[in-house]
Each structure stands twice: as structure tokens, then as C-alpha cells.
């Protein structure tokens, strides 16, 4: 554990190094916060939509936000270059574990990023009240955790895919177009029509915001909050290893650039 | 029993064919056109410990692909390779602990940090214990001088500087095989004299070692052994001073003839040698096993007036020049 440990911590401190840059990261997140919240404050006025009121859909749209911005400033471009530009090579020549090194960096470039984002939802949900009980903040929390995992294993997954495909920038733009529609960040899933609506609830993508904002809102309790939970899990589980199988492959394709 | 071995070892790379831009790659997803390219063709390598190895060749001739397959990085396409009774490509980790690897063009620093801290976190990577951490620390401030770079940011270093500290990195666990993947590229004289003669210690210390390299003085300072391979294939083999004797039989004598006695005379006088040049200025090109520099100017003596003089000796530079531009057949 000691290497990985090492990295996360070499990673928080590094992200340390980017303080403006991040501090611009925060700024531009929270504009989009506040520009969404707009968006829907004009869009429902008093009344509801899909079953979401104002008070509602606020809280949707922290958790949302939150979910959203978790791991944004770590960037995919970060895992991908690492390939496209043959760092690859030097990684592989230590006794550690790509994936698991990959994950420790991740983790450890979310230092700067959880605090900021503690603080701008709490200062949403202080300015306009509506908190939860603590049973729905727990499952919440819960929930929230596995975002973390299952973030990384989206951006390792598509930053892999330049073994094969060497563009990176496409695929990242759809892979983020598709998070955001079939996680529920574009807009709760409910809204979608129901052909749409029910395979997305069962895909990996729901548990990034769709799952800890039901949790959040008290949607989902009991049997109903477990079977979310679990899914969300079984999906962390199924692309972790999957992530696996697939580097197993991708090391077949690998052509390491640049000499 | 060599401690690399490598036999009939292949990679084969299948590089996409495909159209410019994001479209080009999006329909190279769907009409995938590939062209096969052998990098490294066939080679046997047995490597004994202690051997300090120069491995030469042009551009492309599969000098990183090779030593990325003894990393166990590239998965061969066929052939066989063991490193230290183990198979890199199936156990990486186990074969990563034996190895240190420096590829002269990348870094392995944390960019943004203190070398001090990347040094750091390969002491947890190998897992190496405080005593032996902070030995080999002060081991390596010795010959590298690397104690004035800890404190400074990665990006903040000079090219030597830097090259310095990753060769730190590269050997902090003291591997018993190393691999240098152009470890003096880019450098100056002096940090270069310095590299080489780090290298040269390593190898009295009985590391092994494996250099790639374009630097021809590298080669004739570290190691004693030469394989040049072009195109995939090994093409020599063997000791540095029997390559010199086989392929760099040529010594060159320049005279200034102070007489005026045209170069034809002289030509005509030394029917073994090669003699060119203009007006008084001649050049003669002579094997050192046929003749010595002394039974040359005695016999060019006896039919000019000579000036100055000056010899050159044969250099493993001619050899690798006329084998990389395909004038010499090994």
C-alpha cells in the first residue's frame, strides 16, 4: 500500500502547485452552479415539472454540480498523455501496479476539489435552506464515495482506448456528453422519455448523479436505497476489472511513441 | 548462462492506416486498414553479468523497441526473453525490481515537485530501507553531485541537471541490470564526462549494463562489447577492440610536402596506400596490420621533403558511419 499512498500524497501536493489554476477551476464551476440554478429558478416559477419543484430541483442541481465537478479539474488529458506521449514506458518499468498508481494520483488530485466543493454546496443549501434528514445524508455519502471510483474508472477507460485509437480528444468530448445525459446532469432522468429513461437508470452512468441525488432527496429509502447502492457498487466492481482485462489488451497495442 | 537472454526476439507493430482528423480516426474505428512493421526482427541476445553492452544503430532500428521488450513494456510477438530467470512481459513487477531504466528523452521526475520528493517516492516504490535510502543518497550526490538538486522544482532544472537527477532515479535501488537508453543526449561536455565516467564506476561495481546510444564516445568509454543492429536485425556482435581490428583498419597520415613533388610520385612509391589530396597537402590511407606510421613516412622520405605531419587513428565512429549509411556489410 505504501507506493500507492506515497503517489496520492505526491499527487494532493502537487495539485498545491496549481493553486490560481485551480482557484480559476472553482470560480468557473461555480458559475455553472449558478447559471443552472438560474436556468430552472425561471423554468419552474412556482409550479413543477416531472415531479420536481423549485426547492427540489435545487437540491437536485448541488448534487448534480457536485457530482459534475468531482475530479474536473484532474482532467483526462492528464491519464491520456501518459499514453500518447509514451510516459507509459517509464511507468511500466516500476514494480507498482498501473491501475491501482493511476487510481492513487486520481485520488490524491481531489485534495484541493472536495474542500471547494464542500464550500460552495454549503453555501448554496445555507442560503436556501432545504437540509435533509440524516439518514438520507448518510446513504448520500455513501453514494457520493463510489462517484469517485467510478469517475476514474470512465477517464481510465477512455484514456486507454488511445492504444488503440491514438485521438483523444473525441472520444473524451462523447464520453463526457454521454455521462452528462445518461447520468442525469443534463437533466433528471425521470424527464427522459421512458425508453430512454429506464436502460440509463441500469447503465454505470446513473450512479454518478442520478443515484446520490435520489439518496439526497429522499427518492429512494430502504429496500429501494439499497438496491441503488448495490448497483452502484456491482458497476465500481465490473468496470474496475473490466479496466483490467482491458489493459491487458491495450499492452498488446501498445506502441510506445516517441522512441 | 547469459542474465539476458533474448532468442529469435520479435515485435511486430501493426500501424493504422488511417485519414487525417477526428473523422479519420472515427472511420479508421470502423474500416480498420492496418500495415504490419517488423521493429525488431529475429534477434538473439545472451547478455552475461557484469557485461557493460553498447547497443548501436540508426534511427529506427529497433534500439528502444528492444530494450522496451527487456522491460517487459511491449509484449514480444514472438520469441523468447528472460531477464534474471524471469519473463518481463509475464511478470512485470517481478522483473521491475531487478531492472533500473533511464530513456534519455523522458523524464521520470514529478514535474512540478522537488527532485527530492520523486526520489522520495521511489524509495517507496522499491521499498528500501531508511539506512540504505539515505546511503545510496549520499552515494550518488557523490558521482552525480544530485545533493543541490533536491531541493529544486523538475521543471526548474537545466537539461543536465535533470538528466543527472534521473539517472539518480534510474539506479536509486541499485539495480543489477541497467538499462540507458541515450543517457547523454542533449548534454554538455563536462555533465557528459561526468555521466560517462558514473557509468564506468557502475560497471566496476559488476552492474550490468545495456547502452543505447548515437554518442560513439559513450561507447569506446563504458562499454567493451558492440551489437549494432539495422532494421530489426543484429548485423555485429562482439568485442569493441575486434570490431576496431576487423572494420577500422584504416589509419590516415596527413603531410605537408614542402618540396613541391607531385602526389603522383609518392603514389607511385607507396603502391599499398591510398594517397589523395591537393598541392602539397596529401593524405595517405594505409592498413595499421600491413604497415606501421614509421615504414610510411620513411618510405615517403625517401622521394618528397616533408613538413608537418599528423596521424589519425581509426575510429569506431568510421565503422558505424559506413554501417549505418549501408556501406559496409558486417
Redesign the interface.
Known sequence: M??Y???FL?SA??TF??RLSALIGWLGGGAILISSLSVWHALLGEGAIAGYDWPMMKAYLVVAWAAGSIGASQGDWRMADRIRE?????D??????YQGSRFAEHAGGLATEIPAILIAASAVIAFTGSIPGPANVFLFLLSFACVVPLKFCFTYLTAMLCFW???F??ISWAKDAIIWLFSGGLIPLSMLPVWLSVPASLLPFAGITATPAALYLGQATGAEAARLLGLQVFWVLALWFGARLLWRGA??????H?? | MGLVKAQSLTKVFRRPQKGPGLRGSVKHLFQRRFKDVPAVNGIDVSIEAGEAVAYVGPNGAGKSTTIKLLCGILVPTSGSVEVAGVTPHVDRIANARNIGVLFGQRSQLWWDLPVRESLGLLRDMYDLPKGFYQQRIERLDEVLGIGELMPVLARKLSLGQRMRADLAAALLHQPRIVYLDEPTIGLDIAVKDKVRKFLRELRADGTTLMLTTHDLGDIEDVCERIIIIDEGRKIFDGPLAQMKDSFARTRRMHLHITDGTPMDVIAKHLSTADVSGEGSEVTIAFDRFAHTAGQIIAAVLQVAEVGEFHLDEPAIEDVVRKVYAGELLV
Do not use: C, Q
Open positions: 505504501k507506493p499512498l506515497s503517489m505526491m501536493r502537487r502547485a496549481y509514451g510516459h507509459v514506458a517509464t511500466l518499468t516500476k514494480p507498482v501496479d485509437t491514438h485521438n480528444m473525441g499492452l498488446r497495442a501498445l506502441t510506445v516517441g522512441g
